[in-house]
Structure formats: C-alpha cells, structure tokens
C-alpha cells in the first residue's frame, strides 16, 4: 500500500506550488532575456533574412526553455516535499510465484544478480 504523500495536506501543497510558480516566473524572465540577446545577436551578424526566421528562432528558444524548465521544476517540486519519498517501490510483492527474497540475510554479491 502506498504511504500518505506530504502533498495531500493542503498547506503542504499550496506551499509547494508557490514555490513552483515563483521558479517559473524567474525562468519566465531568464527566457525572455535570453530570447532578447539571441535575436539582438542574430540581428547584427545577418543580412537581409525573412522576419519568419526571427519569429521562429524566438519560438523555438522560448518554447524549449520553458519546457525544460517546467519539467525540472516538476522534478525539484516531487522531490523537495517528500512526494517521492512516498511511492512504494516494491515489486517483488507483484510476483506471486516467487518468493520475495530475506534482505536480512542477503550478502552484498546476492544483490547483484539478479
């Protein structure tokens, strides 16, 4: 059975996503800066290139930075409140026809075949 995740208490969780939206606003930041410089530089080292290129460089950069940074700030956020912490990782109960081996009395070698 799964343990009780520190997210199911409200306050847990609003403080958490707090923190979450507060990280995106930042990275909010750090992509349009980046985004600025890229197109400032790409407009001095061209010539005579379609506005389409500019719009679609800006989307690309902006696009993959925020993903990123959405997925690692999802990371930081399981991880920095215990959520992983509360995932049951057992699977040797899932085969029934073996029996779950003794850790107890397992070496260090026994570990490593299986």
Same mark, same amino acid.
């Given at each position: 059975?799964? %343990?009780?995740?520190?997210?199911?208490?409200?306050? %847990? =969780?609003?403080?958490?996503?707090?923190?979450?939206?507060?990280?995106?606003?930042?990275?909010? *930041?750090?992509?349009?800066?980046?985004?600025?410089?890229?197109?400032?530089?790409?407009?001095?080292?061209?010539? %005579?290139?379609?506005?389409?290129?500019?719009?679609?460089?800006?989307?690309?950069?902006?696009?993959?930075?925020?993903?990123?940074? =959405?997925?690692?700030?999802?990371?930081?956020?399981?991880?920095?409140?215990?959520?992983?912490?509360?995932?049951?990782?057992?699977?040797?109960?899932?085969?029934?026809?073996?029996?779950? =081996?003794?850790?107890?009395?397992? *070496?260090?070698?026994?570990?490593?075949?299986?």
């Amino acid at each position: 059975m799964a %343990n009780p995740s520190p997210l199911d208490n409200p306050e %847990n =969780a609003a403080f958490a996503w707090a923190r979450y939206r507060r990280l995106m606003r930042l990275m909010m *930041g750090i992509t349009l800066g980046t985004v600025i410089i890229a197109m400032a530089v790409i407009y001095n080292q061209t010539e %005579n290139v379609s506005p389409h290129f500019f719009i679609a460089t800006a989307l690309g950069i902006g696009f993959s930075m925020l993903l990123m940074s =959405a997925l690692m700030g999802l990371v930081f956020l399981s991880s920095g409140t215990g959520h992983d912490a509360s995932v049951d990782n057992d699977l040797d109960s899932l085969d029934l026809s073996k029996k779950p =081996a003794d850790r107890r009395t397992m *070496g260090w070698k026994d570990g490593a075949e299986r």
